[in-house]
């Protein structure tokens, strides 16, 4: 009896794929003109002055303070402004909006600095504002109610809005005690970093949202 070794058939199964192609409507002649003009205003006598030694200061400043495990980390994330929450590695989080960020810039411009220790008893007095304002319903939940006020970048003879270079705010759906501690302090950086930030008057504010122009602001360290 023959031995009948069935033969098998290599079928080739095609698989399509399909790519999803962007179409850039924007063109690369208009995104060289707001290069350019991320480069004009850099270099603009409008530009308010900021001391490169003020900012080294407050650089130094928050690596020291990402690493002092008794200070708290401040963070820009969904709700909850101005509460207090215990991370499982055991640090403190402050939820804020983008109020501590514009209160830290209106030091900068005001060629203010401070050490840890003034900042964690100006925090323990709840003298650092954490929120542009609060509902009474906040109010009820969180630790810190001082709010913007006179800190606020904008009088009554100029507007400004403070933007970022690099991404700040956790857009993650996780709860603060289910993020990685290491995450929190890269954001918390990002975040209260003055060499991250810029201003532009609030007339021409939406180009702080586009790339080609944030990425003419970074400075030189």
Same mark, same amino acid.
């Given at each position: ?93 402050? $939820?804020?909006? #983008?109020? !501590?960020? =514009? ?5 900068? &411009? ?7 220790? %003034? ?73 209260? $970093?003055?060499? #991250?930030? !810029?201003? =532009? ?5 939406? &180009? ?7 990425? %003419? ?5």
């Amino acid at each position: 009896m023959l031995g009948i070794t069935p033969q098998r058939k290599n079928i080739g199964i095609k698989m399509r794929v399909q790519r999803t192609v962007f179409m850039d409507f924007v063109g690369t002649d208009i995104r060289n003109k707001i290069k350019e003009l991320g480069r004009l205003w850099k270099s603009s006598e409008n530009q308010l002055s900021v001391s490169i030694d003020i900012l080294n200061s407050w650089d130094t400043l928050i690596s020291e303070w990402a690493k002092d495990k008794s200070m708290p980390l401040i963070i820009r994330k969904g709700s909850s402004r101005g509460q207090e929450f215990t991370h499982p590695s055991g640090r403190k989080v402050i $939820n804020s909006d #983008n109020t !501590f960020a =514009l209160w830290v810039y209106r030091n900068v &411009l005001d060629g203010k600095t401070y050490n840890l220790l %003034e900042l964690k008893n100006k925090l323990n007095n709840n003298e650092i504002p954490m929120v542009y304002a609060l509902t009474k319903e906040d109010k009820k939940k969180a630790k810190y109610t001082k709010t913007l006020g006179k800190d606020a970048l904008s009088a009554d003879d100029a507007k400004w809005k403070l933007c970022h270079i690099e991404p700040v705010g956790m857009n993650s759906r996780k709860n603060i005690a289910d993020l990685d501690i290491n995450e929190i302090i890269k954001y918390f950086k990002r975040y209260v $970093n003055p060499m #991250n930030m !810029f201003i =532009l008057p609030k007339e021409i504010g939406g &180009l702080g949202e586009i790339k080609e122009f944030i990425d %003419e602001q970074k400075y030189s360290r």
